[in-house]
Every structure is written in C-alpha cells, then in structure tokens.
C-alpha cells in the first residue's frame, strides 16, 4: 500500500499531501486505521491540540494503528503536533500521548520575553547525520508554529535542535520514526528536499 497521510480530523492535511504529490509520489489522506496500520510508510502531519489530537486517535483506534505500524519496522514521520504526540505526556492539556517515544512535551516559559506561539522561521543545527538532511545544508531556517516542544528523555534520539526562549530538540529519530517540530511542507525547497528524503529512506 501507498504512503497513508493521517487523517485525524485537524491538521495541515492538504498542504502535505500537495507536496508529496508535487514530489512524484502516491499518498493517501485517510483515517481508516486498517489502512494506517497497512502503510508501507505514514505521515502524521498537524496543527492543533494535544489533548483533542489524542482524543481522536483513540477513538477512532489510530493510537493502537499508528503503534503497530512503528512495532512493524514501517517508516512514520511526525511534522508539528506529530512530533508531540510520539512521546509519552504534553503539558498541553495534561495529555497522555502515544508513548512510542520517551519523553515528555513542554510549554515555552511565558516570561522569557518571547511571543508564544514561536511564528516564524528558524534555525536548526543539525546535531547526528542522518539521512533525512541529506542535501540540507546545517544551520538551514525552516518554518515553525508552536507553543510547546519536545523534551526527549534520550538526547541520543535528538538529530537537530532550535533556540526559541530555551534550545529544544526540533527534530528526532529513532529506527523507523522521524520528526520535526518545524513544518517541513511550508518550509520551502529546504523542507521539500527533508520530505523527498523521508519518502525515498529505508530504515
């Protein structure tokens, strides 16, 4: 089966499947967890709550599709909200979140003289080579919009970090899993090259 773009009732759905499509490659937006959990790979792209994105996976049984797609060894790919939910607790809306990564997610400190949400472009420095940045250049500025970030438990899994009010880790991996804090569909040829990588990477 063809690449499966999450549909979990919110999220930048149209702009990903645009890019991927634009790339040259087959993507289905669909929230039939069956075919979630048949991907040959999937992306879970977002905007949105923590708490309301969770609610809607498990109620439509895409937690437990998204969990046996990873135990499968099937690339996944988490933009934004998707790299949230991966670990195990945000403090947006005290939720439980898949677990598939250990950590938790954390709200920007409201005092540090920053506007939260971080709107805007930003540097990543790339921490590991990994094949997701081939062809990026480091130091290279992407898109963000967000309120929290991911607080890993591992640095081991942190492959580029960002310095918004504190530095976070703004993208990850972990064997099959790939994802970036930052919007790789609205971060222009840069974030086009990370996609085409991810669609054409085997782990």
């Known amino acids: 089966m063809k690449t499966v773009i999450v549909d979990y009732g919110a ?3 149209a702009s990903v499947e645009r890019a991927v ?4 490659f087959e993507a289905e937006v669909t929230g039939d967890p ?5 991907a040959e790979r999937v ?6 709550a923590a708490g309301a994105a969770m609610d809607a996976l498990r109620s439509s049984g895409l ?4 969990t046996g797609h990873v135990s499968q060894g099937d690339p996944l790919l988490g933009i934004c909200i998707g790299i949230q939910i991966l670990f ?3 403090e947006e809306d005290n939720a439980n979140c898949l677990g598939l990564l250990q950590g938790e997610v954390k709200q920007f400190p409201l005092d540090a003289g920053f506007k939260v949400p971080q709107i805007g472009w930003n540097q990543v420095r790339q921490e590991q080579n990994h094949p997701i940045f081939e062809g990026v250049p480091d130091n290279t500025e992407f898109y963000f919009v967000n309120s929290y970030y991911p607080v890993p438990a591992n640095d081991h899994i942190v492959i580029g970090r ?4 504190v530095e976070f880790a703004s993208a990850v991996a972990r064997g099959n899993i790939i994802a970036t ?3 790789l569909e609205k971060s222009g040829p840069v974030g086009l090259r990370m996609l085409e990588n991810f669609m054409k990477w085997r782990p």
């Open 11 to 13: 999220g930048n759905l």
């Open 21 to 24: 499509a634009g790339l040259g």
């Open 34 to 38: 069956v075919k979630v959990a048949k």
């Open 43 to 48: 992306i879970f792209p977002g905007v949105g």
């Open 63 to 66: 937690d437990e599709a998204l």
């Open 88 to 90: 195990e607790h945000s």
């Open 162 to 165: 960002t310095d918004y009010a």
């Open 181 to 183: 804090q930052f919007h």
